[in-house]
């Protein structure tokens, strides 16, 4: 079973423009996650798939592998989709490009599944911490999770899921962490399929895989991205570094 990790990077940025280009002791902010993706020796390889020449350029000056897009792209799979097509891979791990911190634990967990998926039940795994505060709960930038007794997610949305209506039932409440692994079957399945009703609403493309029926796996984690997002994220991480 061939294992990689791709890192999408793209150079826009809403928030923070050109945010992977900026420097984070002495690297960019690219250049130190997918050394980072190396250092937790999980994958037979990692590759940066960008739209952007210089950020393409970074990566090789510096004797790492980048792919460049060919197409324009609306999600992190389709990216990573385009990329993959033609290698022989069995499990794509996707890492986000402003995370330069990398557990490597949760990123294990992700790959264990499929070792372990001997029948193939798993197309996806993603993680899913356990939220209790309810600024977070009711935060729609907070993807919440619902799953089934096995652990299979049944939906993801913005909103508060499951409603609730009896307080004391004892429900737990989660929030999905935007790591993935996918099996490349699946993968290239989302590339060539339609957006449809949900994933519109809500713009999450994990809802893409649940409409046309792909099983995903969560694992319960306590980790926490550290990305990039502001340059105020990027001033505590100076300092963490």
């Known amino acids: ?96 490009g402003d995370e330069p911190f990398i557990d490597a634990e949760p990123l294990a967990k992700l790959i264990e599944i499929f070792r372990h998926d001997a029948t193939q039940q798993v197309d996806l795994a993603s993680l899913m911490r356990e939220i209790k505060n309810d600024d977070e709960i009711h935060n729609p930038n907070n993807v919440k999770v619902v799953v089934d007794q096995n652990e299979f997610a049944l939906y993801f949305s913005r909103s508060v899921i499951p409603y609730a209506r009896e307080k004391n039932a004892g429900v737990r409440y989660f929030q999905h962490i935007g790591i993935y692994a996918f099996r490349k079957q699946a993968l290239l399945d989302f590339y060539h399929l339609p957006m449809k009703s949900l994933e519109a609403s809500e713009k999450l493309e994990q809802l893409r895989y649940l409409e046309f029926g792909k099983r995903i796996k969560m694992v319960e984690t306590t980790h926490i991205g550290i990305g990039i997002d502001t340059p105020e994220d990027l001033e505590k991480a100076r300092k963490m570094l």
Do not use: C, W
């Open 1 to 96: 079973m061939k294992i990689i990790a791709v890192i999408p990077a793209r150079y826009a940025s809403t928030r923070f423009p050109a945010k992977l280009m900026q420097d984070l002791g002495g690297k960019t902010v690219i250049l130190r996650t997918y050394e980072a993706a190396i250092n937790t020796q999980l994958f037979d390889d990692v590759f940066v798939v960008t739209d952007s020449d210089m950020i393409y350029d970074e990566i090789i000056s510096n004797g790492g592998i980048a792919i460049k897009s060919i197409k324009e792209h609306e999600s992190g799979s389709d990216r990573i989709a385009e990329a993959i097509e033609h290698l022989d891979v069995s499990v794509v791990v996707n890492v986000q």
